[in-house]
């Protein structure tokens, strides 16, 4: 398995093909954003964020909420159009729309073509310039944009953008007031999350489509090497699979399985209950279609080799319009591998591994020496594996509040979310039929029953949010807190109370 390939399984999911059937409609602008939020280095550089924003649902006489998109790896206009449940909920709370891009990814690119030429221009994406882009914009926002000024915000985002949303609560609480962090994989971190749990995900996907699925998986990569050994297997292979670059090596073996370990792990994140294109073009309940053509692990090896391409043909030529299969593409132009894999070596450090026991892959160990190499050769960079548990808290977020944590558990990246409620503000909802951030895309009537409980949870929770936000906005007419002044020249404190008493027992116990 290639580093490519360890760093692509990361946040491969957003890689759809160019935005289709868009259904929503946004005025685009743009905003300076510092270089360097957190030093004073850099010559108060700045450069353009995009951001799209909608204000067809907005409420300005009621006083409606910002609702905010923590944008992620990618082109901003996709994750507007794949971002349906913040449209369909907008005109219940007569809510403005924005989503903001993330710097290095779309046209938010500091340095322009340049921005990955060196570590010393691509050193400046990371997740925590990105929130102080979103906090400094949304502040600027409400200060210039009329009728927003008392408005709260709420944050939405989904997987690497569900982690922002969730952060960006925990670092930045008084500029947001809540936020749905749909399959937020936060807790996918060394020595968090154990590295196999991914590929486990994946491998019970399949299984429950049909235990010979995963069984014929797991085979073939063994006849996969053996036909890699010869010119001849190689040459076989390239004509039977109508590769458009012939196998010439067995690196280029290589190539294929990784090629591979990311179709399978991208069929388990968008099987969803409908056809949808949100990778590519996939049928309804993708798995079980490709897993149709895997019903016999006995096959020899040739018939094995034939079924598999007809099954993983589902997810690259579902529609017939692809003449050979590249593997040396994974995803289109919406998702920015090369920034992804600045951050991946940076400080989104996200052990990956499988044992081929309990999972249908080749056995391959998580490897942090060699993947610290990797790094340095490719982007000059040395990882931080432990940055963001130091920043952000790992586990420890406890002190935070007003986050929903979604995740489906078809979904393998809920392997590394948040499965159990921390506190009655930092609530975990669980969909058991659901894949990637199911519950953020548009209501279809092929969803579960249990996505659309989802989010009732999470209009219920936006609800309370709003609420609280301008019951404390309105609080001038509240019991006063204490004061409390010091003496230097005594350890004693005077304490001057308001005129109303507190309600406690007894001023003694205060």
Request: contains cysteine; aromatic residues 14%.
């Given at each position: ?378 982007f000059g960079i040395r990882p931080r594996p432990n940055m963001a548990e130091l920043i952000y808290g790992g586990r420890n977020i406890r002190a935070s509040s007003n986050i929903v944590f979604s995740n489906g558990l078809l979904d393998p990246w809920s392997g590394g979310g948040v499965l159990e409620s921390l506190s ?87």
């Amino acid at each position: 398995m290639s580093f490519s390939m360890s760093l692509s399984l990361v946040f491969v999911f957003f890689s759809a093909a160019s935005i289709v059937d868009a259904q929503y409609s946004f005025k685009t602008d743009y905003y300076d954003v510092p270089l360097d939020h957190f030093s004073f280095t850099t010559c108060n550089s700045t450069f353009p964020m995009k951001y799209l924003y909608n204000d067809t649902y907005f409420d300005e006489e009621a006083g409606g909420p910002i609702f905010f998109y923590t944008g992620n790896e990618g082109d901003i206009e996709w994750f507007a159009q794949n971002t349906g449940f913040m449209w369909d909920i907008a005109p219940e709370f007569g809510a403005l729309l924005v989503f903001a891009e993330h710097r290095y990814y779309g046209s938010s690119l500091p340095f322009g073509n340049d921005s990955f030429s060196s570590p010393e221009k691509s050193g400046y994406l990371t997740s925590e310039q990105a929130l102080a882009d979103f906090a400094d914009f949304l502040l600027w926002f409400k200060r210039t944009r009329k009728g927003v000024q008392d408005s709260p915000i709420i944050a939405f985002g989904g997987s690497y953008g569900g982690m922002l949303t969730a952060w960006m609560r925990i670092k930045y609480p008084h500029v947001i007031q809540g936020g749905i962090a749909a399959s937020a994989p936060v807790l996918q971190f060394q020595g968090i999350t154990a590295c196999n749990v991914f590929n486990q995900i994946v491998t019970n996907d399949f299984d429950q489509a049909s235990p010979n699925c995963s069984a014929s998986v797991r085979k073939s990569w063994e006849v996969l090497n053996r036909f890699g050994q010869s010119d001849a297997g190689r040459e076989w292979l390239s004509s039977a699979w109508r590769l458009c670059e012939p196998l010439k090596s067995e690196d280029d073996i290589g190539n294929l399985k990784n090629w591979l370990v990311e179709v399978y792990g991208n069929l388990a994140m968008v099987d969803y209950p409908y056809p949808a294109a949100f990778l590519e073009p996939l049928p309804a309940n993708p798995i079980k279609v490709v897993c149709q053509s895997l019903n016999d692990p006995q096959l020899t090896d040739k018939f094995l080799l034939k079924s598999l391409f007809k099954a993983v043909s589902v997810y690259f030529n579902y529609t017939g319009s692809s003449n050979c299969l590249d593997v040396s593409k994974q995803d289109a132009g919406s998702l920015g591998d090369f920034g992804w894999g600045v951050q991946s070596c940076n400080e989104m450090v996200m052990p990956m591994c499988s044992d081929g026991v309990g999972d249908m892959f080749e056995p391959l160990p998580w490897n942090y020496t060699s993947y610290e190499q990797n790094c340095l050769t490719q982007f000059g960079i040395r990882p931080r594996p432990n940055m963001a548990e130091l920043i952000y808290g790992g586990r420890n977020i406890r002190a935070s509040s007003n986050i929903v944590f979604s995740n489906g558990l078809l979904d393998p990246w809920s392997g590394g979310g948040v499965l159990e409620s921390l506190s009655d503000s930092l609530i975990a909802v669980i969909i058991p039929e659901g894949a990637h951030h199911l519950d953020l895309r548009a209501a279809h009537s092929d969803d579960p029953a249990s996505v659309t409980k989802a989010r009732r949870i999470e209009r219920a929770q936006i609800k309370k949010w709003i609420k609280d936000y301008y019951s404390a906005q309105s609080s001038t007419n509240e019991i006063p807190l204490p004061t409390i002044h010091t003496n230097n020249s005594s350890p004693e404190y005077d304490m001057v109370l308001p005129d109303t008493p507190l309600p406690l027992e007894s001023s003694e116990e205060y």
